[in-house]
């Protein structure tokens, strides 16, 4: 922060009520997140409330760590008997008040501060423009995509007094979100990259959309956008001073023009500038949307002042980005989280925080380069040293002459080396062996190299899991369920097809309740990744009953006869365990029917070691409409069923009955759990909430060959591909055994090259297939997308009549699965 808080201010500021403490305590710090806590006897904790989480719930246990003041809301429930020394201020809406201290300390910072919003692109230009800018001035930034109501003001609480410039992004999704954000941000300058065409929920028209980002801007004195966006330009001209906007084009007539001369790895831009000077850069891509992104930023900083050659040096580092933070299977059981991008604390921040969010391994290490251009060096090392500390890591690799510093403030287990080059030679010496470790550094410091020794290799395909998307859509599911409804998570069939251990290891940190497998194994290798929810298994065979017990599982009992199995296992090891019990209301798969109840009831007595932990059905039709008469039945039955067993038993077991479909469709019915499955995957079975979810993969591969073909010749396995005007073909590496079926063959299915589609050409063979490239300028080596956010799974699915569940289990094995945050 640029200057601590008093409680004067903070009262001023928020017209908070002193509930709790005096008035003399002073906070240099601001949280709104109870795990991340590092100084607490200096920090401000301001207890949020959303629809997934209520801060209020961990004030007590703040208490206990240390810290110093909390700003909750007024009527929230707070522990009693908190001691004097503790301050608690009270607000009608906290929120509101982390925004109002935000925008108290942004009016501190006379220095430049940059924004930048739009529909794509705005956390690539914002950190490329920081890299542009980092190699003469510090920059605070803010982290990866925090842009939102609750990220903008935490971003603004990372600019330090020592930060020159500022460079923020900004988004919104609904009406009246940008007006707050541009209370806080306030900025001097602006860029407005892209506007979405698409229909965007919580937006009636583009027109309202565009009004609303562009308010971000009303007390901006530049704004930079793409005279070739013509929806902005038209708008921003009508409405805003001639003299405050700065256009660029890639051709004439604006006041930078920006034209592009792709050659075969490389672009030239060439700017033609408002004096009619000349300059020509050369940037390492040739992709449109990096092209764009690239001159945007250009652009800010020239009109920052920075000079075209000091540009160019930067610009020949910059490689297409990976901005994320991404969980990479690493080679001896090792798991590696790459943040070579990174290179400031508010990244190192919170890639640490990730780091403490993954799964137990034998050793936390971090290895780190020299963060570059950081205003106050001593003091920055210091904090590193703080925070290798607070988040207990047991092995700190420094590479660079400056990193070395952190010594004097960290006395943990360091190694230490001047240069990549150094530390890779001795690579073998040091002995990773199922460790989690971070790699992040500076770019100059080309990290990729130690990521690319580190990472197990597999082929090029790989299916990329958004860990935040999954996020979003568990939250979505969350805002349509009561705040007491619990939420068990299936993650059955290699959690349908995403990888089962890492996603229920986020699930675990989004507090999901319950986890679901089809099989004992399937919980046995959740159980030893470290995954300590309560796992219920759907399938459990006989001879598993012994793993049941040793790893805590807990099966579903759908039949007599099996219940009286485990029943004499258990008593036998004079052991008791808990039990789901399976109610068959009309799926005739498993389950125990109606009639079969008074043979229930009994059992439920003879055996008491076996502990009734929920009741459930499983409804058959969720996705039709057609098929509502009976579910509605099937619930009914359910209820009168579980009564019953509640009644002779007298206990109240658990009830849960609805899929992701019957989430959507039957909110009465929540009872005291749920079931998702398909719908946190990214697909809403009903089609009523389409734009709320987000598609959480991609299943990625590459171009192996490209080949020209004649009209008379073929294609593939039985000459069934032709092209009849003759054309080019890509082959690409994926196949039916990697998953991409069959029945895609001879144009049924499509791929995704540069954002063009390519039909298929021929059949699929085992390890790879054939798709038409004629009119897309595609390169051997290039990217293809193969599903992801800009294919339909259902509209792919039913092309080949299946359904979206079947093509994502389809998804071997073999396919890598990388995990990322945006
Ligand atoms: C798979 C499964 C679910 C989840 O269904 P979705 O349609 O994917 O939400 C729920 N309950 C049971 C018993 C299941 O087998």
Redesign the pocket.
């Known amino acids: 922060m640029l200057q601590d808080f008093s409680v004067q201010e903070i009262v001023q500021i928020t017209s908070a009520t002193v509930i709790n403490g005096g008035m003399n305590g002073r906070f240099s710090q601001v949280s709104t997140d109870s795990r991340t806590i590092h100084q607490p006897s200096e920090t401000l904790f301001i207890a949020l409330k959303g629809a997934k989480f209520d801060g209020h719930q961990f004030i007590q246990q703040l208490v206990n760590q240390g810290v110093k003041g909390f700003l909750v809301r007024h009527g929230e429930e707070v522990p009693t008997g908190i001691s004097e020394d503790i301050y608690l201020f009270a607000v009608n809406d906290t929120h509101q008040a982390l925004q109002q201290l935000a925008a108290f300390q942004r009016a501190l910072f006379q220095k430049p501060l940059i924004a930048i919003t739009g529909s794509n692109g705005k956390t690539i230009v914002k950190e490329w423009l920081g890299q542009l800018l980092g190699a003469h001035y510090a920059v605070a930034k803010s982290p990866k995509s925090y842009n939102s109501q609750v990220g903008v003001p935490l971003s603004i609480f990372g600019i330090k007094p020592y930060h020159q410039v500022a460079v923020m992004e900004a988004g919104i999704s609904k009406k009246g979100e940008m007006s707050r954000l541009q209370s806080m941000l306030r900025p001097d300058i602006g860029i407005f990259t892209t506007i979405g065409t698409a229909h965007e929920e919580g937006f009636d028209s583009q027109a309202q959309k565009l009004q609303e980002k562009a308010s971000l801007f009303a007390e901006s004195k530049f704004l930079i956008y793409r005279k070739e966006h013509a929806a902005i330009a038209s708008y921003l001209e009508q409405v805003m001073a001639h003299e405050r906007l700065i256009a660029w084009s890639d051709y004439p007539g604006t006041d930078y023009t920006l034209s592009v001369k792709k050659e075969s790895n490389s672009s030239k831009i060439i700017l033609l500038k408002p004096d009619m000077s000349m300059f020509t850069f050369s940037v390492p891509f040739t992709d449109e949307a990096s092209l764009e992104n690239i001159r945007h930023a250009i652009v800010a900083g020239l009109v920052l002042g920075l000079q075209a050659g000091q540009i160019q040096q930067e610009l020949t580092h910059l490689r297409p980005v990976e901005m994320r933070l991404t969980l990479k299977a690493g080679i001896r059981d090792c798991l590696l989280i790459d943040d070579t991008y990174n290179n400031d604390l508010a990244g190192l921040r919170l890639a640490l925080d990730f780091m403490a969010a993954q799964r137990q391994k034998r050793r936390r290490i971090v290895i780190l380069s020299d963060l570059l251009q950081v205003g106050n060096p001593s003091l920055v090392y210091e904090e590193v040293g703080r925070l290798l500390d607070f988040y207990q890591i047991d092995l700190f690799i420094a590479i660079g002459k400056e990193i070395q510093a952190v010594r004097s403030s960290w006395a943990g287990k360091m190694l230490t080396h001047t240069n990549t080059e150094d530390f890779l030679q001795a690579l073998p010496s040091v002995e990773f062996q199922n460790d989690l470790i971070l790699v992040s550094g500076a770019r100059a410091f080309a990290f990729e190299t130690i990521i690319a020794r580190l990472q197990q290799r597999v082929h090029g395909t790989v299916l990329e899991i958004n860990l935040n998307a999954l996020t979003h859509n568990y939250n979505f599911y969350k805002t349509l369920l009561k705040p007491s409804t619990k939420v068990m998570v299936?993650v059955?069939a290699f959690a349908?097809g995403g990888g089962a251990v890492e996603i229920a290891n986020h699930l675990e940190q989004l507090r999901a309740d319950y986890l679901?497998v089809?099989y004992s194994d399937e919980g046995i290798m959740l159980r030893e990744a470290g995954i300590r929810l309560p796992i219920m298994v759907?399938n459990p065979v006989q001879e598993s009953f012994g793993q049941l017990l040793a790893f805590n599982l807990e099966p579903v009992v759908y039949s007599p006869q099996f219940m009286r199995d485990l029943g004499l296992f258990c008593r036998h090891q004079q052991a008791s365990i808990r039990i789901h019990l399976?109610l068959d209301t009309g799926m005739n798969r498993l389950g125990f029917k109606k009639e079969d109840l008074p043979q229930l009831i009994a059992m439920i007595q003879e055996f008491q070691e076996l502990t009734i932990a929920s009741v459930?059905t499983?409804l058959v039709g969720?996705d039709e409409d057609v098929h509502d008469d009976f579910s509605r039945m099937q619930l009914i039955l359910f209820q009168a069923m579980a009564e019953e067993i509640a009644h002779s038993t007298g206990t109240q077991p658990f009830r849960h009955a609805l899929?992701?479909?019957?989430i959507i469709r039957f909110p009465d019915y929540q009872f005291d759990m749920v079931?998702?499955?398909?719908?946190l995957y990214g697909v809403e079975?009903n089609g009523r909430y389409d734009t709320s979810l987000k598609s959480i993969s991609s299943l990625k591969t590459t171009i192996s060959q490209i080949k020209s073909i004649a009209p008379d010749e073929s294609v593939g396995y039985g000459r069934k591909g032709i092209l009849p005007k003759g054309g080019k073909i890509a082959t690409i590496a994926i196949g039916y055994a990697d998953g991409y079926d069959r029945r895609f063959s001879n144009g049924v299915g499509f791929v995704l090259i540069h954002g063009k589609k390519a039909p298929v050409v021929g059949n699929v063979c085992m390890d790879m297939c054939m798709v038409d490239v004629t009119d897309i300028d595609a390169q051997e080596g290039d990217e293809v997308i193969i599903y992801g956010p800009d294919i339909s799974l259902k509209a792919l699915a039913n092309a080949i009549g299946t359904i979206p569940?079947e093509l994502l289990t389809n998804i071997s094995t073999r396919v890598k699965r990388v995990y990322y945050l945006d």
């Not at 899929?659 to 019957?662: A, D, K």
């Not at 079931?675 to 719908?679: A, N, S, V």
């Open positions: 299936m059955k349908y679901a089809a759907l399976d459930y499983h969720t899929n992701s479909g019957g079931r998702l499955g398909i719908g079975v569940y």
